[in-house]
C-alpha cells in the first residue's frame, strides 16, 4: 500500500485480547492436561492508509474487528503488534510532544451518545473539559469555546447548561461530536456513529458530518456496517471480516465491481426501495467465532467458490494496478 | 370488500399511558386491515407507535397503559374486551408475535427443547416423544443446523442469530394465521438478516400465513411487503400497496423519508433532511403531529387531517397530499 502522504496509517497490525483461564482451566492445566488458550485474534495483521481528507469506510459485521481496529487507530488501545503511524512516524519513534499531539489529532465520536456521555456533567464541561486540560483555551473563555462549538454542529448555545439526559438521541450524538472537535482534531473516527438514530435523524446527522469535513478539512475513518451509508460518504472502503481486511477499493469501484465473495454477499444482501419484491437467497452459514477463526481464508466455510487452497492458506491482500486490493485465491474471473 | 370479514380489522386504535407528565398517546388513531396470506409492512421510526399497535393487537399492554379505544377484530371476532382465557388461547396458535430481542421469547434459564415442548403442549395434546419430534422439525425448518445438540443448548450458548431463529421456529409451531414480527432483524447482521427473511418468507408462504412486518426500513418494506403502512406520531399517515406507495409517495413525511435515503441521493452530495425531530406522544394535541417538520404546512394544519382515500386500496391523511412546493 502507498504511504507517501498517509496522514494516519497502521501497519501489520495485531490485537489481540486474551482471556484469564479459570480456576478449572488453571487446575487443569496444572495438572498436566493443556487447552486452548482462548485468544480473540480481533484484528489480525492489518494493513490500512488514511490519506489526509479523505473519507475512509470500514464496513463489517458485528464481531468482525472493526470498532477494535478503529480504537487502536485512535490511539485508545493499545496493539499487541504492529504500529500506528501518525504523518510517516511510528507511534514508538514520537517524541512526547509529537505523542501527544497525534493522540490529540485524531478523536473519536461512539455509536450510543446517550453511554458515552457523562450523564452528571453539563454540556459545557462535557465539550470545555478537554480543551481547558490540553491547554488550547483558559478556563475564562471556555464558555465563547463552547458556544462557538454548538454552533458548529447545529446547536442552541443557551443549551450548554443541561444535562445529556434533556437531550434527543440526534441532539446527543452532536454533543459527541463537538466534544470530539473541541480539541482540534484532523481525524474523526466514527464508530456507527449514526446506526442508532432514526432515518430522517440519520440524514441530519450525515450532512453535519460532511459540512464538518468541508469547513475542518477533516479526515474520517467511517465504521458502519450499513453499505449505504458508507457508499454514500466515503471515497474509499476497506471490508473486513473476522479480523482481517479483505478488499479495499475505491467506493465506485468497490460497489460496481467487487471482487471478494463476501462484498459481494454484503452488496446483494442490502434492500434497496426500487428492487421490488423478492425471496432472499440469503449467504449461507453463521459468522464464525473470533474464538475459533477457521483455518485458511477464514471466510471458505461460507463461500460458493471455496477450494483446498483456501482451506489450508489464508490469502494475502493484493493490490491490482487500480489499486483495487482483494484477499482472494480465486482470479476474479472465476467468481 | 370480500364478504368474509379479514383477517385482522383495526379501527380507531388508541393505546395511551397515562404518566405524570400527561397522557402519552402512544397509538393515536390506527386503521389498518390486514388479509390472509398478506404480508403488511409497517414502518416508522422510534416513538410513532408502530410496536404499541402490534402490542395492542395481542392484548400485551401492561397497566396503566391501555386501549382506550377502537376495535380489533380477528376474523371478525372482537378481542378487546376479550376474557383473557380466551384470548390466551388464540395468543400463540392463531395470532403469533416474534419480538426484535429474542430473550423476549426466550427464558434464559430454560433449554430450548424444554420451552418448545411447553409452547406446543400449552395448546395441543400430545406426548412429550412428539413434542420434541415436532420441535426438532421446526427448528430444521427455519434453517438450524446440528439440531439435536441446539434442542439441548440454553439461549445463552447460542449465538443472536441462532436464538431469532429459534424465537421464529416458536411462534410458526402451530401455523399460526397472523405472524406480528416486530423488528426481527434490525439487531442481526446483513447477512443473517436476509437468511432470516428467506426463512420467514418461505414458511408463511408455505403455512399460508399473514405477516405484520414492523420495521423502520423502507427498503426492506419493499423487498417483502404487499402493502404498506407509515406511522408518524401514533397515526397512519400513508398506506397502499408497496410499489404504488413508493414509487408516488403522497404523504410530505413518506417523501422526506425517501428523498434523505443516501440510495436516493447524489453520492457526497448533502443528503435532503427532514428539519426537527419526531413530536413526543405526550399531550398530543389536535394539530397534525407532522407540520412542525412539514415545509408544507399552513394554517389548515393546525386540524388533524382525516384519513382521505385516493384509490381503493391506497388512503392518506394530509391536507397538501401530493402537492409540492417549489423550491
Known sequence: MTSQAALIEVRHLHKYFFRRPDLAERLASWLGSSFDARTVKAVDAVNLAIQPGEVLGLVGESGCGKSTLGRVMAGIIEPTQGDCYFEGVASADQTPEHA????????????????????????IDIVGEAPVVHGLIDTAQREDYVASLLQKVGLDPALMTRFPHQFSGGQRQRIGIARALAVKPRVLVCDEAVSA?????????????????????????????????VQH??????????????????????????????????????????????????????????????????????????????????????????????????????? | MSPNPPLLRIRDLRTHFPTPEGVFKA???????????????????????????????????????????????????????????????????????????????????????????????????????????????????????SVAERLKAYPHELSGGMRQRVAIAISLLHRPALLIADEPTTALDVTIQSQIIFEMQKLCAQNGTALVWITHDLGLADAMGDSVCVMYGGRIVESGPVREVLSA?????????????????????????????????????????????????????????????????????????????SP
Open chain 1, 100 to 123: 501527544r499531539a497525534a493522540q490529540l489529532a485524531v478523536q473519536m465520536v461512539f455509536q450510543d451518545p446517550l453511554s458515552s456521555l457523562n450523564p452528571r456533567k453539563r454540556v
Open chain 1, 197 to 229: 438514530l432514526d432515518v430522517s435523524i440519520q440524514a441530519q446527522v450525515l450532512n453535519l458530518f460532511m459540512d464538518l469535513r468541508e469547513s475542518l478539512g477533516l479526515t474520517y475513518l467511517f465504521i458502519s456496517h450499513d453499505l449505504g451509508v
Open chain 1, 233 to 335: 460518504i466515503s471515497d474509499r472502503v476497506a471490508i473486513m471480516y473476522l479480523g482481517r481486511v479483505v478488499e479495499t477499493a475505491s467506493t465506485e469501484e468497490i460497489y460496481q465491481n467487487p471482487r471478494h465473495p463476501y462484498t459481494r454477499a454484503l452488496l446483494k444482501e442490502i434492500p434497496i426501495i426500487g428492487s421490488g419484491k423478492r425471496l432472499y437467497s440469503g449467504v449461507k452459514g453463521e459468522l464464525a467465532s473470533a474464538l475459533k477463526p477457521p483455518a485458511g481464508c477464514h471466510f471458505h466455510p461460507r463461500c460458493p467458490h471455496a477450494t483446498d487452497r483456501c482451506r489450508q492458506e489464508a490469502p494475502l491482500l493484493e493490490v491490482s494496478a487500480s489499486g483495487h486490493a482483494t484477499a482472494c485465491h480465486l482470479p476474479s474471473a472465476h467468481l
Open chain 2, 27 to 145: 397509538v393515536d388513531g390506527v386503521d389498518l386491515q390486514v388479509e390472509a396470506g398478506q404480508v403488511l409492512v409497517l414502518v416508522g421510526e422510534s416513538g410513532s407507535g408502530k410496536s404499541m399497535t402490534g402490542f395492542s393487537v395481542l392484548g400485551l399492554i401492561e397497566p396503566p397503559g391501555r386501549i382506550v379505544s377502537g376495535s380489533i377484530q380477528y376474523k371478525g371476532q372482537e378481542l378487546i374486551g376479550m376474557p383473557e382465557s380466551q384470548l390466551r388461547a388464540l395468543r400463540g396458535r392463531d395470532i403469533a408475535m416474534v419480538f426484535q430481542d429474542p430473550m423476549m421469547t426466550l427464558n434464559p434459564v430454560l433449554r430450548i427443547d424444554t420451552q418448545m415442548i411447553e409452547a406446543l403442549q400449552a395448546h395441543e395434546t400430545m406426548s412429550h416423544a412428539q413434542a420434541l419430534a415436532r420441535s426438532h422439525d421446526a427448528l430444521e425448518r427455519v434453517g438450524m443446523t
Open chain 2, 249 to 325: 409517495p403522497a404523504h410530505p413525511y413518506t417523501r422526506g423519508l425517501m428523498d434523505s435515503l443516501p440510495s436516493r441521493n447524489v453520492r457526497g452530495q448533502r443528503l435532503q433532511q427532514i428539519a426537527g425531530m419526531p413530536p413526543s406522544a405526550l399531550n398530543r394535541g389536535q394539530d397534525c403531529a407532522f407540520a412542525p417538520r412539514c415545509p408544507q404546512a399552513d394554517r389548515a394544519c393546525q386540524i388533524s387531517p382525516a384519513a382521505t382515500a385516493l384509490s381503493a386500496t391506497r388512503s392518506v391523511r394530509c391536507h397538501h397530499a401530493f402537492t409540492k412546493v
